[in-house]
């Protein structure tokens, strides 16, 4: 009997034994187990992200749903004001002006020797103060009226004077509102015909009451997208000088830094006046076409029509181009189409056939 109980103890032990062991392995293995499930969802997460990464890779930015015509930059809406076209003084005792920096596009003609004179288009920034403005040309004139703007100036010449009274261009001219301090104003600092500055942030209401059109649909130029980042093609150029005459030149520096090219006027950076900030171009176009000096004072006759060589420079580049005059207005083109510009400001300057682009011009 004894040795029965004694057997039956044995066995239970086994028993005991071998449970316990059944156990222990169950524990051992059921956390790994659990380690290779979490890694399979781990791999599964990462395969997720690769994928929604290479989703959003693939997927182009969204073109903005309005673009200022002249800048080709994005706007918070569709703008149905009209544009101004602005006279402004580059004698040497004019600067710095006040606005550039504000200009969507600015022209750059010779006036009367070789002291250049601007028109400025303003339309996706009215800033408040612009100027000095200066007298009228014709030139200057059809340039504006190409871009169905309002023509802003201060005094002309008897006989353009009558032509645009007669309707050649809808305008506001200074020397009907001389230092009115509503429209115009002249300045304590400087000496006339230095001194007179428009408010063009009234200049709406002003030709509104005159009984001008202020509303306008602008054609857009030909701007790439402001997603293209597309390398621009031509030849390397940091930097162009263009020569008028001896004491007379004006010269454009690229600046990474600024992401547009920087513009010096006989060696003196061009700048707003008060703030020091630099006018920064994104495209400058340089035109050659005929000249013609039609009076004893020295007033020219430019052609803005006829078409001819020119360059542009762009993003640290230079490229031999062409213009016409495409819906009255000078044209960039590369091979019959319309050359793509950069979204931003753009200067285009207007240089005789004689001396010509080739000895005008020098870059590097």
């Not at 200009?103 to 400025?120: C, Q, S, W």
């Not at 004072?297 to 420079?313: F, K, N, P, T, W």
Request: hydrophobic share 30%; proline share 4%.
């Amino acid at each position: 009997m004894k040795k029965s109980i004694w057997l039956w103890g044995i066995v239970l032990a086994v028993l005991l034994v071998a449970c316990s062991d059944g156990e222990n392995e169950s524990e051992q293995t059921q956390p790994e187990e659990e380690s290779t499930e979490e890694e399979t969802t781990d791999d599964e997460q990462q395969n997720d992200d690769n994928e929604q990464n290479q989703d959003e890779e693939e997927q182009e930015p969204e073109e903005p749903a309005f673009t200022y015509p002249l800048t080709g930059e994005e706007a918070d809406e569709q703008l149905d004001r009209r544009a101004f076209a602005v006279m402004i003084n580059n004698h040497p005792k004019a600067r710095p002006q006040t606005g550039l920096t504000e200009a969507d596009i600015v022209y750059e003609f010779l006036a009367e020797g070789y002291i250049t004179r601007l028109v400025a288009l303003y339309h996706s920034e009215i800033p408040e103060r612009v100027g000095p403005v200066r007298s009228a040309r014709s030139y200057y004139i059809d340039t504006a009226n190409a871009h169905d703007a309002i023509y802003v100036y201060h005094g002309a010449a008897q006989f353009i004077e009558n032509d645009i009274q007669a309707g050649w261009i809808d305008n506001l001219n200074g020397a009907f509102h001389d230092n009115d301090g509503v429209l115009f104003e002249r300045s304590s600092d400087r000496r006339a015909p230095h001194n007179s500055y428009v408010f063009l942030d009234n200049a709406h209401n002003v030709a509104q009451d005159k009984g001008i059109d202020v509303e306008q649909s602008h054609d857009e130029l030909n701007f790439r997208s402001v997603n293209n980042d597309e390398p621009i093609e031509g030849e390397t150029a940091e930097s162009a000088k263009i020569v008028y005459s001896s004491n007379r030149e004006v010269s454009y520096k690229y600046s990474a830094e600024h992401d547009g090219y920087l513009r010096y006027n006989d060696g003196e950076q061009t700048m707003e006046k008060g703030s020091g900030d630099p006018v920064v171009l994104q495209n400058v176009l340089i035109y050659e076409t005929g000249h013609q000096v039609i009076d004893d004072v020295g007033r020219r006759e430019i052609d803005i029509q006829s078409g001819g060589q020119g360059y542009a420079l762009q993003g640290g580049k230079l490229k031999e181009i062409q213009w016409e005059a495409v819906n009255d207005v000078m044209t960039p083109m590369v091979d019959g189409e319309p050359l793509s510009l950069i979204p931003g400001q753009t200067w285009v300057n207007v240089v005789p056939e004689s001396p010509g682009l080739i000895e005008a011009v020098t870059y590097e």
